[in-house]
């Protein structure tokens, strides 16, 4: 396991990471003063209670419902004591209640354990440590009711974005919305210019707001093309659409390996018939 530990402002970055049979595992969870944003997945549990020992958390604010992201919610909560929780009030059954998730997701982030009591939290919610504000705002398109936290220090802003993702895969998650992401990207691009993005996964953007707004017109023309070969080819199956306008790619490999679950019939799905509510069954 590579841990990192990095210093954004006033943010602590932890990033965990290795190399599995089919990929890179990278995920971090971040740290303002006593709070931490996000609690990583299981597969990192020895190595991210190492990291917090000399000064433990005294409270967690969840961004989403993902393994990747509550997995050690119980284990903090085993090492430090009964540290209070706030997770997106919609997430709040699936948090509490899932200790079990597909095994190709398993390998990457590991098996999460069930939160036990946390409070349930809305968008608008604003959570203050260090005299700095993080302010939840509503950012759905990776999962219904995602959440991104923004926060200001003196002349800097910083977007902690969780899986507001920037890096336009092909390959859409079964519970996602394109539109609804577009919308999540601009608003959050639109809070500052010279915003700092601390995504989950991947690199630090300071260059944030234009790597979000890049993302955002991506997503808005492959929305297009897949539109337009909807209309051409006069079906709106997913399958068939992805295979034809993404066909010089080859074989679907995320669909093969995550039995659906990732695939680019996925990412044309979230373009002609987003998901806006969960529980989101998979397909
Ligand atoms: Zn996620």
């Not at 990471?17 to 549990?45: N, W």
């Not at 119980?74 to 997430?91: C, K, N, S």
């Not at 919305?177 to 608003?187: E, F, G, K, P, W």
């Not at 691009?189 to 260059?207: E, F, M, Q, W």
Request: proline share 9%.
């Amino acid at each position: 396991m590579e841990v990192e530990r990095t210093r954004h402002g006033p943010f602590e970055r932890l990033s965990f990471a290795f190399g599995t049979p089919t990929g890179r595992s990278q995920h971090s969870v971040y740290r303002l003063g006593d709070t931490l944003i996000d609690a990583g997945g299981t597969v990192a549990t020895a190595e991210l209670l190492a990291l917090l020992r000399e000064r433990p958390p005294r409270r967690i604010v969840c961004t989403h419902q993902h393994e990747d992201h509550v997995g050690n919610i119980a284990a903090i909560r085993r090492a430090f004591g009964d540290l209070p929780v706030y997770v997106p009030r919609q997430h709040v059954p699936i948090v509490t209640t899932t200790a079990r998730i597909p095994e190709y997701r398993a390998v990457y982030w590991g098996h999460p354990e069930p939160s036990g009591p946390v409070e349930p939290y809305d968008p608008g919610a604003v959570f203050e440590d260090s005299s700095v504000a993080l302010e939840a705002v509503l950012t759905p398109g990776h999962t219904p009711h995602h959440i991104t936290f923004v926060a200001r220090d003196g002349a800097a802003s910083y977007a902690l974005t969780g899986d507001l993702y920037t890096s336009r895969p092909l390959e859409g998650w079964f519970e996602s919305a394109a539109d609804d992401m577009v919308a999540s990207l601009r608003r959050v691009a639109a809070r500052a210019p010279d915003l700092v993005v601390l995504p989950t996964h991947g690199r630090i953007k300071p260059d944030g707001a234009r790597v979000l707004s890049d993302m955002a017109d991506w997503i808005d023309r492959e929305a297009e093309r897949i539109h337009e070969a909807a209309e051409r080819l006069a079906t709106r199956d997913p399958r068939a659409l992805a295979a034809a306008v993404y066909a010089e790619l080859g074989p679907d490999i995320a669909d093969l390996g995550s039995g659906g679950e990732i695939s680019r019939a996925g990412f044309v799905r979230s373009i002609l018939a987003p998901n806006r509510g969960l529980p989101v069954d998979p397909p």
